[in-house]
């Protein structure tokens, strides 16, 4: 394992395969800042938004959020999946864990897709602003009920705002094969990946939108990149190693690419020349994802802003001391009930979508009412996790209960 250099921090260590890890504070706090930030963004038109990530960068919290989804399925699913734990429980006890968080997945988007058609038929009947039903992709809805039901259902009718878990969920249902995949071969994982996103934008391949035309925002089958990273990144963790090793060249190569994206963003003249050339690359033949600022592909540009991100990120002494500090614990309490936290943030940015549009002369919304989300999505998380002693107890007093009879009945 290549030792980190000076004023360069690895991922922590473990002894052994089989000793406990201590807990990375950096996953949860940056998962939790991740999620602060899509929630900000999806608030369209308060002052905080321009604070966030793709103000800065290509990429957005998005990305991020599926990079750490990635490493967490790996932390939280890959053990069951070793060549003993197959062995001793069998292949089904490793697999249908993640195949169940799929399904909560899958409930959970079904869940926030009917709270979203709700809210903002609500708002449009009270504010009295009618084209809110034609707003987030809500018009097949009201329009074509039939066929959009069926299409929501079947995850091919997506909500603005509340589409990012059909992909996850697709990638959760596939995360077994990808992770004994990595398990036995790590770079056999990266390569397929790899090629598996090269030929998604060379072909344009994606699942399919219906009643609408076109396909998922959320492209999985090009998306799975950036899982599939994350899936490496977790399992290198778990062998206390890095996926990539720790290098001066690298970490200023990451750090120059960065610092020209912002350049390239706020230097009108700076980027128009390199948007020129990206343009004259196209038409000689390039792939579009390869030249463009696409998501739904997650064009080069983008894919390799967060990757430098994430790995200047992993990189600094610094960032592992913000995340452990008692400042950062709030942003921890969020990472920690990702789902949970994710889930309320979605949809009380489309209530306060919906209070906006209502009250467009209310600028002090714009100011007031992120915080106020922000504030209710850390009560949510807090309520969560303080439920889960009590949770735990409960099912250990059960099991304790289920034995205690068990040996009575072996000595009646």
């Known amino acids: 394992m290549p030792q980190p250099e000076h004023k360069l921090v690895s991922f922590p260590g473990a002894k052994s395969a089989q000793a406990r890890r201590p807990r990375d504070l950096r996953i949860d706090a940056l998962r939790g800042l991740a999620l602060v930030m899509i929630f900000v963004d999806h608030v369209p038109g308060n002052p905080y938004e321009y604070l966030t990530i793709r103000n800065f960068a290509h990429s957005d919290a998005a990305e991020a959020f599926f990079i750490m989804s990635g490493l967490a399925a790996a932390l939280a699913y890959s053990g069951k999946l070793s060549a003993e734990a197959r062995a001793e429980h069998g292949l089904l006890n490793g697999v249908l864990p993640m195949w169940k968080r799929a399904w909560t997945l899958y409930r959970a988007h079904i869940l926030m897709t009917v709270w979203a058609i709700g809210i903002f038929a609500a708002a449009a009947g009270i504010y009295n602003v009618p084209e809110l039903l034609e707003q987030i992709n809500l018009r ?18 997506q909500l603005g705002y509340v589409n ?6 697709v990638l959760l249902f596939f995360a077994p094969a990808m992770l004994l995949l990595g398990l036995w071969k790590p770079k056999a994982l990266l390569w397929t990946a790899l090629g598996v996103w090269m030929v998604a934008g060379l072909w344009r391949l994606n699942l399919p939108n219906f009643p609408n035309p076109g396909g998922w925002f959320f ?7 950036l899982f599939a990273i ?15 090793p720790v290098s001066r060249p690298l970490f200023w190569a990451s750090v120059g690419y960065c610092v020209m994206v912002v350049a390239w963003k706020f230097i009108p003249e700076f980027g128009a020349v390199i948007n020129h050339q990206m343009a004259r690359l196209y038409q000689a033949g390039i792939p579009f994802h390869l030249t463009t600022h696409d998501k739904t592909f997650v064009a080069l540009p983008r894919l390799l802003n967060i990757l430098a991100l994430a790995y200047i990120v992993s990189c600094l002494p610094s960032v592992t001391r913000a995340c452990a500090s008692k400042g950062a614990a709030p942003l921890r309490l969020l990472g920690q009930q990702g789902l949970l936290v994710f889930c309320t943030g979605t949809i009380v940015a489309l209530a306060f979508q919906g209070l906006m549009a209502g009250n467009p002369e209310a600028v002090w919304m714009g100011w007031c009412l992120p915080p106020l989300g922000v504030a209710i999505m850390l009560v949510v998380a807090w309520i969560a996790q303080a439920r889960k002693p009590a949770a ?7 099991a304790g209960g289920i034995v205690a009879k068990t040996a009575q009945r072996r000595v009646g």
């Not at 990012?164 to 969920?169: F, G, K, V």
């Not at 492209?219 to 990149?225: Q, T």
């Not at 994350?230 to 990539?244: Q, S």
């Open 140 to 157: 097949q809805v009201f329009n074509n009920t039939g066929e959009a039901v069926f299409g929501i259902a079947a995850l091919t009718h």
């Open 164 to 169: 990012i878990l059909p992909a996850y969920s």
């Open 219 to 225: 492209n999985p089958i090009a998306w799975e990149l």
């Open 230 to 244: 994350g899936m490496l990144t977790g399992l290198a963790m778990r062998r206390g190693e890095r996926f990539v």
């Open 392 to 398: 735990r107890e409960a099912k250990q007093a059960a």
